[in-house]
Every structure is written in C-alpha cells, then in structure tokens.
C-alpha cells in the first residue's frame, strides 16, 4: 500500500518508516500538519495514518478535512484511550484507531486488513441494492439514503449498516457482524463496533423511527417502523 504516515516523533516516525517499508509498502512521512496536507494531495494515498497529537491544525482536524475531500482510508493513533477519545476520533472521518504504544504486528495486522476491505470493496463485496422501509443502500456507490436524504457513512459505516439491512429484522451476532465490517476475526474489536452502531443511529435518526436493537452478550438487529 502506498501509505501517508504524519507523526511528529520522529524516532518513532523513522522505526515505522523501515518497519512499514520491510513489508512492502510505500510510505511518505509527514513531521507537521502543514507538510502533511501538501503531500497527501500530490501523491493520493492508498491509506493515511495519522497522529491525534498533531498541532496547527490538530490531528482531529486534519481527519475532518481529508474525509471531507476523499474517502481514503485514516487510521489514527493515539495515547488516549478512553471511548470519548475513540468517539472524537471517528466522528472526525476515522476507519479505525489504534492506541499507543503498539506493536509492529499489530499495526501490519490492521493495514493488512483494511487493505483487504478495500480490494472486497473494488470488486463489489456487496450482492444487491436494499430497500428496507424508508432506507435505500446503494453498494455499487457505497451510498445511503433515507426518506430522500443522503446519509454520508464512513466506508466501516458502511459495511456495518449493509450487513444489518442484509438481515433486517434478524440478530446478527456480534462475531459475524464485525467479521464482516473488518474482513477479518482479529479486528473485530466489540467496543469499536458499539461505537459505530452509535454513530449510525444518530446519523439515521434511529430513535426516532426504528432502530438498532443491541442484544447483550448476542448481537444486534436492524429495524425499522
């Protein structure tokens, strides 16, 4: 993958850097926001990760403006590891969020498979067009609409939402869901799928009419009035 890396540690920069690129992928660091932002819009990565830390503007910020200009991939990393932290971090643009410190296996083991969710993505993963009350979910433009109005949905919004609506008014358990939104059992992580399913309510306006029911220790399940 051709990854865009923005972390102003610098020694951690360069030991990512050689680990990153010992397995094949074409990285380009960034130390500030500033370069960051010039170089993501002259190469067009395949994948950015990127520090929250980041000052002038913040790591945040820059998430808002990249999601806002491009669905490539973000992964942020962080020191912070409450689900505040987590939230403001995907209701920013995040795909996914990674605490520091971690490992090298680790963070291959993400890129790896949000690498693999993208190649399902290119080759349509998804069977069909839904229609499930006022909802439309469109796979081959990866887009929602409800009552009318266009939802903006994460590419792991995504996901999530489709394998729901693939299943209204069944329980998904929790274990197939997050197979399916992280292509991959390892990164089924329940407390960022939780955040999402949040996420997606609110940007639905679930409580309104229907819902996403949680069901403890099981799963979850689509529906709407």
Aim: with cysteine; proline share 4%.
């Amino acid at each position: 993958m051709k990854i865009l890396l923005i972390d102003d540690d610098i020694d951690l920069m360069e030991m990512l850097t050689h680990a990153l690129r010992g397995r094949g992928h074409t990285i380009y660091g960034s130390h500030t926001t500033s370069e960051a932002l010039e170089t993501w819009e002259n190469i067009e990565p395949s994948l950015v990760i990127l520090d929250v830390g980041m000052l002038q503007p913040d790591g945040l910020e820059v998430c808002r403006m990249m999601h806002e200009q491009s669905d490539v991939p973000i992964m942020l990393m962080s020191g912070a590891c409450t689900e505040d932290d987590v939230i403001r971090g995907l209701e920013a643009g995040a795909d996914d969020y990674i605490f520091k410190p971690f490992s090298i296996a680790q963070l291959s083991l993400r890129i790896d498979c949000m690498a693999r969710r993208m190649r399902l993505s290119a080759t349509n993963d998804f069977e069909s067009l839904l229609r499930i009350g006022d909802l439309v979910i469109n796979p081959e433009y990866c887009s929602v609409q409800r009552d009318g109005r266009e939802i903006r949905l994460t590419r792991m919004e995504f996901r999530i939402l489709y394998c729901l609506a693939a299943n209204a008014g069944k329980i998904v358990v929790t274990e197939k869901l997050a197979d399916f939104a992280w292509q991959g059992p390892a990164e089924g992580d329940p407390a960022l799928l939780k955040t999402h399913i949040s996420r997606i309510r609110r940007k639905l306006e679930l409580d309104q009419s229907g819902s996403i029911e949680a069901f403890p220790g099981l799963g979850y399940s689509l529906r709407l009035a």
